[in-house]
């Protein structure tokens, strides 16, 4: 099974925290973050990274399921 990973870069304020946890799956990209693939096998470190995220950017989806971040 595969997740959609999303940044929303009007909300993205770059701070990296998503590439220090996971640098296989994010980059800084300039002014803000964004994932290097569209969707990914299940990975933890996506929803750590969500969950960390300070601008609360990173949106990890399950089909239509949001994963991430966690409650």
Do not use: H
């Amino acid at each position: 099974m595969t997740w959609q990973v999303e940044i929303d870069p009007q909300q993205c304020i770059a701070s990296g925290s998503c590439a220090a946890i996971a640098a296989d799956l994010f980059v800084v990209d300039g002014a803000y973050a964004r994932p290097l693939k569209d969707r990914i096998e299940e990975d933890e470190r996506a929803l750590d990274a969500a969950d960390v995220c300070p601008a609360m950017a990173i949106t990890v989806r399950n089909g239509a399921e949001v994963v991430g971040p966690r409650p």
